[in-house]
């Protein structure tokens, strides 16, 4: 039976509506698809992007003295004001220029404060305030707070003083000279070029290294650039505080292990000249020094690769010098520990590990700062030495 035009018409007209229904449905399903995913996307992609990425820590040390002095008198007075967010302030102000810095701007500020005026409301029409506020925290936060420590009388009997004031401490025991300069980016070689992502104080052979802030002791061991080396990370995990080429046999604080809370100025390690070397417990380093680092974590995903945020604590450690740890040596041992009882109540709310033994030796060394920047290093413990 053969079909009539009509019958051929019809049938086309058939064919190109179901054609163009599954067209439309195709549109639709691919349109009511993209409605989804796109806030999904969108939002994944602002979680991503929700945290900081990068930060020069460039605040002079006189920019956190008078920050810190006004910190204290703005706790005394029960006022709202820290560190960070007068640091903040001014970088806000200044346009991240710290050259800019004058102390009678933080008078200033601090003077706004006392009046009533908000801080934050202050900063509102700098779009940066947040960023700096954020990112001082980050570096200060866990480094002013209450604290309790022994301390002697006049007549040498010990009480316990309660204060609010500078809880983070110098790296290296007071009574032990060294010697030091900004050698943050600076050329390092071994392995491969980079850049030089912490901090050498050069010292003597078996100097006490001590916890700068409280925390938890997350690496140990030996590792082929750092040598004997510790990772501390702080308890809000923003920090993680690296001390690298530790002495050779004896680089710890006997007890110490990973997963261990330790306090503010106890005493962690010694200083050494361990690293550059694949063979374990080796002095590949011609100087003895401590290479000290500090590393932001703002996210999980920054704590190893590409997105790694070491910053130049030179200022940092300048201004950590009015804090240094006073240690008494175990003459049996060698070793040393803190002399005086310390108690950092934010490591109350920590799970404390069992109660260590704390215990030394010595010898010298010196050395010209490194020169030369070289292009950035990438990864962490293996390149920031």
Known sequence: MVAGDGDLRRAQRIYLSVVALLAACTVVSAVSLGMRVAPALAQAETEKKDYIKWVSFDVPASALDKAYKAALQANEEELSLDMAHILGYLAATYWGN??????????????????GENVDEMAAQYKDYRYFCEAYDAVLGGMVGDYAIELPDENGELHWVEKYGLKAYLPLAEGFGFSHCDDFGNARSFGYRRKHLGHDMMGTVGTPVVAVESGTVEVMGWNRYGGWRIGIRSFNSKRYYYYAHLRKDKPFQPGLKEGDIVQAGDVIGYLGMTGYSDKENV??????????????IFDESQKDGNGEIWIDVYQLVQFLGRNRSTVTRDEETGYYRRKYTYIDFDALNQTAPAPRTTPLDPEMGDEDCPIQPEEPAARKEQETE
Do not use: C, I, T
């Not at 002095?283 to 932001?296: K, R």
């Open 283 to 296: 002095n590949g380093m011609n100087v003895p020094h401590l290479h000290f680092g500090l590393q932001l």
């Open 98 to 115: 710290w050259r800019s810095f004058k102390s009678a701007d933080v008078d200033r500020l601090l003077e706004r404060v006392r009046a």
